[in-house]
Every structure is written in C-alpha cells, then in structure tokens.
C-alpha cells in the first residue's frame, strides 16, 4: 500500500507545480486551490514518513481511506480496471473532498 500512497504524493507534488506556475493573477478561488493541494502534500510527506509492517496513528487512519477508495473503485470498474484508473480517482476524491471542508470555514470563503 505504501506504492499507492507515494504515487498520490507524486501526483499531488506535480498538480502543485503546475498550479503554481499558473500563477498569473490568482483570484481567490485559485489561492485556494493552492492551499488545498499543499495540504495534500503536507499530510501525504507526514503519513508516509513513518511507514512500517504494522501502521498506526495517522498512517493507519490514511491507510484506511485509500483502502476503502480502492475497494469502490475495484467494484465499479473491475480489477483489471480498477487498479488503472485508482490513482485518479483517489486524487480526484481526495482533492475535492479536501476542498469542499475547507471551503465551509470562514477563511476559505471563495464562493
């Protein structure tokens, strides 16, 4: 599971470098994005730092919701499928899930 959670870090850390060469005056929906996805890195770098055959504490907790990602993904589309299409769908939920929390504080208001 640990090849799952860094391709989301690469796909993160690639989605952050584009955004952030895009940068021509950022409007405040597109700051935070920006936020968004350098939380996603932050807490991808943290779950993964302290890898081991038997997870606990946060690694566990992020562990758990790639794995039941997978399992949707395996159901809808097959295991052959499935396996080829989790990164994307993964990143995708996970982005827009993070997104659409923070967007219910004050702070990231955008709307």
Do not use: H, Q
Request: hydrophobic fraction near 65%.
């Amino acid at each position: 599971m640990p090849a799952i959670l860094l391709a989301l870090l690469v796909l993160a850390v690639i989605a952050l470098v584009i955004a952030w060469f895009l940068r021509t005056n950022p409007s405040s929906m597109a700051r935070a994005m920006r936020v968004v996805m350098v939380i996603l890195v932050i807490i991808s770098i943290i779950a993964v730092r302290k890898a081991a055959l038997f997870p606990s504490g946060f690694y566990n907790f992020f562990e758990s919701i790639i794995e039941i990602i997978d399992t949707f993904v395996n159901r809808i589309a097959g295991e052959k499928n499935g396996r080829r299409f989790f990164p994307v769908i993964a990143t995708l939920f996970i982005y827009i899930a993070l997104a659409n929390w923070l967007s219910l504080t004050p702070l990231f208001n955008t709307v």
